[in-house]
């Protein structure tokens, strides 16, 4: 059941017949931890907070830079210097405060990863580096989560959906291994 303040915020999914109140009620349902609050980040949580995810995580160490604002779209003029997490869960509470928004001002490290992604049921990758992009591929596969890894380089943009639990072809089928340090752009 949806109150009335739902009802209203929703109405362009509730009439949409292939989503409804089935969709709006599963996404409700839902959580998802977004890896990154910069550019890849910030379109992908300020959507799913708009749209009514249940509950929703940040994970970012970096803070806000003037030279990220022409695109992480996320953050503003006021947020410099502050961490990427906080200005985050500041700008998504104002979108959305029926959203439960969980934020973590650390870098993603092999000893927090499994801890971290056991808590929710999807993984959206938008961080800028490939340590990072195999950390986070590898712990979603080996705990079945679904991982959906954004990429950019200037004009060019990748979008992929890894799922464990389809017969699904996993990053390193992609990728097998990092490049060399040094050799590619963030
Ligand atoms: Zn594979």
Same mark, same amino acid.
């Given at each position: 059941?949806?109150?009335?303040?739902?009802? #209203?915020?929703? #109405?362009? !999914?509730?009439? @949409?017949?292939? =989503?409804?109140? #089935?969709? $709006?009620?599963?996404?409700?349902?839902?959580?998802?931890?977004?890896?990154? /609050?910069?550019? @890849?980040?910030?379109?992908?949580?300020?959507?799913?907070?708009?749209?009514?995810?249940? &509950?929703?995580?940040?994970?970012?160490?970096?803070? *806000?830079?003037?030279?990220?604002? $022409?695109? $992480? +779209?996320?953050?503003?003029?006021?947020? +410099?210097?502050?961490?990427?997490? $906080?200005?985050? !869960?500041?700008?998504?509470?104002? @979108?959305?405060?029926?959203?439960?928004?969980?934020?973590?001002?650390?870098?993603?490290?092999?000893?927090? *990863?499994?801890?971290?992604?056991? &808590?929710?049921?999807?993984?959206?990758?938008?961080?800028?580096? =490939?340590?990072?992009?195999?950390?986070?591929?590898?712990? /979603?596969?080996?705990?079945?989560?679904?991982?959906?890894?954004? /990429?950019? !380089?200037? =004009?060019?943009?990748?979008?992929?959906?890894?799922?464990?639990?389809?017969?699904?072809?996993?990053?390193?089928?992609?990728?097998?291994?990092?490049?060399?340090?040094?050799? *590619?752009?963030?």
């Amino acid at each position: 059941m949806f109150t009335d303040r739902e009802k #209203e915020r929703y #109405e362009r !999914h509730l009439s @949409l017949s292939s =989503f409804g109140a #089935e969709g $709006q009620t599963a996404l409700r349902n839902a959580s998802a931890l977004c890896v990154g /609050a910069g550019g @890849l980040g910030s379109p992908s949580s300020l959507y799913l907070a708009a749209a009514g995810i249940g &509950r929703l995580g940040i994970v970012d160490h970096d803070t *806000v830079d003037l030279s990220n604002l $022409q695109r $992480q +779209i996320l953050h503003d003029e006021l947020s +410099i210097g502050s961490s990427k997490a $906080q200005s985050a !869960h500041q700008r998504l509470s104002s @979108l959305n405060s029926d959203v439960d928004l969980e934020i973590y001002p650390e870098r993603l490290e092999k000893e927090n *990863v499994m801890a971290l992604f056991s &808590r929710y049921d999807l993984i959206l990758d938008g961080s800028d580096n =490939f340590p990072t992009r195999f950390l986070v591929a590898d712990a /979603a596969w080996l705990l079945g989560k679904p991982l959906v890894a954004g /990429a950019i !380089h200037q =004009f060019e943009g990748q979008l992929t959906v890894f799922d464990p639990r389809l017969p699904s072809p996993c990053y390193r089928c992609l990728l097998p291994d990092p490049p060399p340090p040094g050799t *590619v752009p963030t």
